[in-house]
C-alpha cells in the first residue's frame, strides 16, 4: 500500500460502517484522509490494521464544543483488496500524534 492512495467510495461501506459513521459523526472524506495519511493504531487486534489521524473540529458534538477529532479506521488486508471494519471517534483536544 505504501506509495498509494486508497479510495474509498460508497461501495467500499458496508452497512454496519455506515451506522457507526452516523452514531460517531464520521464522513467518507475523514476515513479516506485518516487510512492515506493517518499513522499506525497501535491497538488493532492481531489479524487486523489501523490507522490514526487527528482533524481540527471546533464545534458542538452532542451539545458541547470540542477543538479536536481523533479517527480511528480499523481494516483488513486480504487478496482482494482493503476491507474497512468500523471506525472510532474520539472528540476532545490534545490528542497525541503519531
Not at 61 to 90: D, P, S
Amino acid at each position: 500500500m505504501q506509495g498509494r492512495k486508497f479510495r474509498v467510495t460508497e461501495k467500499d461501506i458496508h452497512p454496519h460502517l455506515r451506522a457507526r459513521m452516523e452514531q460517531r459523526g464520521v464522513t467518507l472524506e475523514e476515513i479516506e484522509r485518516t487510512f492515506n495519511e493517518g499513522w499506525d493504531a497501535t491497538d488493532a487486534k492481531p489479524g487486523t490494521f489501523g490507522k490514526v489521524m487527528v482533524f481540527p473540529y471546533c464545534a458542538e458534538w452532542m451539545g458541547q464544543f470540542y477543538e479536536e477529532k481523533e479517527v480511528t479506521v480499523y481494516y483488513k488486508q486480504t487478496q482482494c483488496g482493503i476491507i474497512l471494519l468500523t471506525v472510532k471517534v474520539r472528540y476532545g483536544k490534545g490528542f497525541p500524534r503519531r
